[in-house]
C-alpha cells in the first residue's frame, strides 16, 4: 500500500515566479491544479472561479471567502479589459475501465483541511473561454471535453493537454470550429521544479498531429516561456 504523500506549499519558491493576477480559473480540483490557489489568491486578491467543490475544498484550505465565486457552466462573467464564459468539462479517463484518479465530490459541506493530495478530489472539471484583446481563448486542463458543451464554439487558441483515450484530439478539434493556435498545456511532469526544463509526460505526438491536421499552428512553451498571441 502506498504511503499518502502530503501536501507542502513553498511561499517562498511561489513568490519567485508570482506576479499579478484578476481571475484564477480553476478547471479540477486535483493538487497539480489547486494546492498553490489559496496562496495565490491572498496574494493577489483575485476572483476565485470553480465548482461547489472545489469550493468548499477551498474554503477548507482557509482561503479568503470574499474571493471565491463557485460557477458549474453557462456563466458569462464580464471583468475589467476581459470576459470569461464558463463550460462543464470532463476529466480524462484511461486504462481498461476508462478511469481517473481521485474522484470525488464535497457539494454540501466543507470537508476537514486536506492534508495529502487523495483528499483533493477531482469534484468536477470545467473549462473557460477567455476574450481579451479582441482574442478569443479556450482553456482545457485535461485532453478529455463535453463534445455537446463546445461543439461549433468559435475560438482563435486552444489550450489543449495530450493524453486521454486514443483519439481523443482528433474528437476536439473535430467539435470546435477551425482554429489559429494550439499550445499545449499539461504535458509536462508537473512533480519537476518550475525553473528546470519541463519534460513531458506522454508523447506529445497526437496532440500535435492533430492540430496540425487541423491546420493550426502548434506551439509547445517550456516552464516559465512567454509567447504574445
Not at 502530503?6 to 489547486?34: F, N, Q, S
Amino acid at each position: 500500500m502506498r504511503t499518502p504523500t502530503k501536501l507542502v506549499i513553498e511561499p517562498e519558491v511561489i513568490d519567485r515566479h508570482l506576479g499579478t493576477a484578476d481571475a484564477i480559473l480553476v478547471h479540477h480540483a486535483h493538487y497539480d491544479h489547486m494546492a498553490d490557489v489559496p496562496y495565490v489568491a491572498k496574494k493577489t486578491q483575485a476572483t476565485v472561479l470553480g465548482t461547489q467543490t472545489h469550493v468548499n475544498l477551498l474554503r477548507a484550505m482557509r482561503t479568503q471567502e470574499d474571493l471565491l465565486s463557485p460557477v458549474r457552466g453557462g456563466e458569462y462573467l464580464p471583468f475589467d479589459g476581459f470576459t470569461i464564459e464558463v463550460f462543464p468539462s470532463l476529466h480524462s479517463c484511461g486504462g481498461k475501465r476508462h478511469t481517473y484518479a481521485w474522484p470525488g465530490y464535497h457539494l454540501e459541506s466543507v470537508p476537514p483541511r486536506p492534508r495529502v493530495i487523495e483528499d483533493l478530489v477531482e469534484g468536477g472539471t470545467l473549462a473557460y473561454v477567455i476574450t481579451i484583446g479582441g482574442l478569443r481563448i479556450l482553456s482545457l486542463s485535461t485532453a478529455n471535453f463535453d463534445q455537446n458543451a463546445l461543439r461549433d464554439l468559435q475560438v482563435d487558441v486552444v489550450f489543449a493537454a495530450p493524453g486521454g483515450e486514443p483519439g481523443i484530439t482528433d474528437r476536439l478539434f473535430d467539435t470546435i470550429k477551425p482554429v489559429r493556435k494550439v499550445s499545449a498545456t499539461h504535458w509536462d511532469d508537473f512533480d519537476k521544479p518550475l525553473d528546470e526544463p519541463g519534460v513531458p509526460w506522454t508523447d506529445l505526438g497526437p496532440l500535435r498531429a492533430s492540430a496540425e491536421k487541423s491546420g493550426a499552428e502548434f506551439i509547445l512553451l517550456d516552464h516559465l516561456e512567454k509567447i504574445t498571441l
